[in-house]
């Protein structure tokens, strides 16, 4: 195991593989995977530079026969994901889940744009489908994530002269741990300002709005699957296209995404393109309404290449797609571009069938019923989120098979 999710869901998963006999090896590059990882456990302290052949040394004396981590872009696991490669190991990454909020993904090599899911509408079309996937609810789990990064920064900022080599894929200071405290209190400050929001929007302005869910300012999905520089330069491009080409009855609606809501605020850069483009009561921008009220009453979404896509096209909207997304699908999503789309959403038809087609695939092979911050109640395993590995036909021809028969082995 190398970098787990902030919190203790890899300490927990490997007592349950050492528990079904599996030996079980954990490198820790900071003092937040320390915190949650302190015992059984060896610590990376050299430099970057050094850590491919001390990676190398530990799959060799070790005998390593699969390597699992959390995010496949950061630096230190797109090393490992190089030499894992050379020496034919298997490779589990695990991701936030596709499918929000009940699942965490789990994938053979890579995730989102990494991912080797297929991407044309024919393959799903022809696909064999067994069985339903079985689904329990996971409940609320923000504050779970706001404590474990609180104490995952803190450890840290704490422990980097220990540290000192390691380097982050975003910033690992002290001050990180006030971002999220801020969230806090910016949650209740933007809950009091856009009080009645929400029932303008499901309203008088039902299906008369476009809905652009935003991203976190650092996710990866941003910096490696997009061209785009910024959450700034994605809003400025939707903006002006919004501006030029969509009905003059319509309005934009822009939603900050919930953990970037301590980081950033778009409040000034809004208000500025508003009065640019003279769109002041056109545009408006959101925090904590209910997202599956807004999807049901948008004419249309946009993205990058968010999750909250499959939950759009879920409620059948016509979703554009303005990143890499594997649900990027035609007969999916609107193939044209972003400038036409505002006028030829009326037109367009989600195919429901492919789409749940797709979907039920994409459970089957890539998604995880739990969360990575909160226990499911009454599980029988210590991560506490459910290996359905009862679809035998089906696991044969995703390519989570070979974790699916491992884990079922072991009597998870």
Not at 95 to 106: A, F, H, K, S
Request: proline share 4%.
């Amino acid at each position: 195991m190398l970098q787990g999710p902030m919190g203790p869901f890899f300490w927990r998963f490997a007592r349950d593989l050492e528990k079904a006999g599996a030996q079980v090896h954990k490198i820790n590059f900071n003092g937040g995977d320390l915190l949650f990882y302190p015992w059984r456990s060896t610590s990376y302290r050299g430099s970057f530079d050094d850590w491919p052949a001390f990676f190398e040394k530990i799959i060799v004396d070790k005998k390593i026969d699969m390597v699992l981590l959390f995010g496949d872009c950061r630096p230190v696991h797109r090393v490992a994901h190089t030499i894992a490669s050379r020496y034919n190991l298997e490779i589990g990454v695990f991701e936030e889940g596709y499918v929000r909020p009940d699942y965490i993904t789990l994938e053979l090599s890579g995730t989102n744009g990494h991912s080797k899911i297929p991407r044309t509408a024919d393959f799903y079309r022809d696909v064999q489908l067994h069985g339903n996937p079985s689904e329990k609810h996971v409940g609320k789990t923000y504050w779970y994530m706001v404590l474990w990064a609180i104490l995952y920064y803190l450890a840290s900022a704490l422990l980097w002269p220990v540290f000192r080599g390691y380097r982050h894929h975003r910033p690992l200071t002290l001050t990180e741990m006030f971002p999220w405290i801020r969230s806090g209190w910016r949650k209740l400050y933007f809950r009091e300002k856009e009080r009645g929001i929400e029932e303008r929007l499901t309203g008088n302005l039902s299906g008369n709005y476009f809905l652009v869910p935003l991203q976190v300012h650092n996710d990866s999905q941003l910096q490696v699957h997009s061209g785009f520089d910024s959450i700034k330069d994605f809003i400025e491009k939707v903006v002006y296209s919004f501006q030029k080409y969509a009905p003059s009855e319509t309005v934009l609606v822009i939603k900050h995404h919930p953990l970037d809501r301590g980081y950033f605020d778009y409040t000034r850069l809004l208000k500025w393109l508003a009065a640019e483009y003279a769109l002041q009561n056109r545009i408006f921008y959101i925090h904590d309404q209910h997202l599956p009220a807004l999807l049901e009453h948008a004419r249309g979404v946009v993205v990058i290449n968010s999750t909250v896509g499959l939950s759009a096209l879920d409620h059948n909207k016509p979703l554009k797609v303005c990143g890499s997304a594997l649900y990027d699908i035609q007969g999916i999503t609107f193939q044209g571009g972003l400038d036409e789309f505002w006028k030829e959403t009326p037109e367009f038809l989600v195919d429901r069938g492919l789409f749940e087609r797709f979907r039920r695939y994409l459970i089957t092979q890539t998604q995880l019923n739990g969360s990575f911050y909160k226990k499911l109640s009454r599980s029988d395993n210590a991560a506490g989120i459910v290996w359905d590995c009862r679809n035998k036909q089906q696991a044969a021809e995703n390519h989570l098979f070979i974790q699916a028969k491992k884990i079922e082995q072991m009597g998870l």
